[in-house]
C-alpha cells in the first residue's frame, strides 16, 4: 500500500482509538476498550510501515498534527466540545504547518 494511504489509515484509526477512550470510561466498558487497543494497534502497526518511506520527523508532524484536528471535530460532533478562536488559530497553523511540510520541503519523502 502506499505509504500516504498508510499514514492516512494510522490517522484515522488513531483518531478511532482516542475517541473510545473517551466512551471507555477510564477503560472500564469493555467494547470501547477493546477499540483503543484495536485501533493504537493498527495505528502503531501502519505508522512502523510508514517509517520505511518517509522520514521519521514528516511522518510523526503529519500524524500527530492532523490527528490533532481530526479528534477535535469529531469531539465537536460526538461530545459537543467546543473549541474557542485561539484554538482555531492554533489549528490552522498545525494544518499549515502539515501543507508547508509536504509540499516545499525536500524532507517529506515524495
Avoid at 494511504?5 to 466498558?29: F, N, Y
Avoid at 477535535?72 to 492554533?90: E, F, N, S
Wanted: charged share 5%; net charge positive.
Amino acid at each position: 500500500m502506499h505509504p500516504w494511504l498508510l499514514l492516512a489509515l494510522a490517522i484515522v484509526t488513531e483518531v478511532i482509538a482516542t475517541t473510545a477512550l473517551k466512551a471507555s470510561d477510564g477503560l472500564t466498558r469493555l467494547l470501547p476498550s477493546a477499540v483503543v487497543l484495536v485501533g493504537y494497534a493498527t495505528s502503531f502497526y501502519c505508522l512502523s510501515l510508514v517509517l520505511r518511506h518517509i522520514p521519521v520527523g514528516i511522518t510523526y508532524a503529519v500524524w500527530s498534527g492532523l490527528g490533532i484536528v481530526l479528534i477535535t471535530l469529531v469531539a465537536y460532533v460526538l461530545y459537543g466540545q467546543r473549541i474557542d478562536g485561539a484554538g482555531l488559530l492554533g489549528m490552522a497553523l498545525i494544518i499549515a504547518g502539515v501543507v508547508v511540510l509536504n509540499l516545499w520541503s525536500r524532507t517529506s519523502g515524495h
